[in-house]
């Protein structure tokens, strides 16, 4: 019993600190450096657009439920093929998600970043069911990341409309 406590804790430590500190420090470096000047006036930003210290938190939230759904999807007793398929999928969505930050913080592309958005909101969507069909409670905390990406397609469409 205390071997499989043990065994859960490493496997959430592995995950948090994949996503949520690994990804998590490269997006709040890029949000911080704000090369491009998004939050210096470079661009018409809309009026919903959150402040650098709510971009960081809701980036920090969204890849937390990442990677919470992920520890749960791991120890789950599942066959390995469906874990790795969803375990794969989710590494690729958080590298789609810093891409977004990327393109639009760090270059200034948005329309690379809406275009990014638009196929990172229909991976989320296949992740979501594959997590679903996993393990329920895996696809309940996926739910927050799969509302910051729609939340930020519609961001990227009002940054491409008002620039």
Not at 42 to 58: D, I, K, R, V, Y
């Amino acid at each position: 019993m205390k071997e499989n406590r043990l065994r859960s804790f490493l496997t959430f430590f592995c995950f948090i600190a994949l996503y949520a500190v690994g990804f998590g420090f490269l997006i709040l470096r890029l949000i911080r450096e704000d090369a491009v000047g998004l939050y210096r006036g470079s661009f018409a930003l809309p009026g919903f657009f959150p402040s650098q210290t709510n971009l960081e938190a809701f980036s920090l939230i969204a890849l937390l439920t990442l990677a919470i759904s992920n520890a749960i999807v791991a120890l789950d007793p599942v066959q390995i093929n469906r874990r790795k398929n969803v375990l794969v999928n989710s590494l690729v969505l958080a590298g789609m998600i810093f891409s977004w930050y990327f393109l639009l913080i760090r270059s200034g592309n948005m329309i690379g970043a809406l275009v990014m958005t638009i196929a990172e909101f229909l991976v989320s969507l296949i992740v979501i069911s594959m997590l679903y069909l996993v393990e329920h409670r895996a696809g309940y905390y996926f739910i927050p990341t799969l509302l910051w990406a729609l939340f930020r397609i519609i961001l990227s469409i009002f940054l491409v409309a008002r620039n």
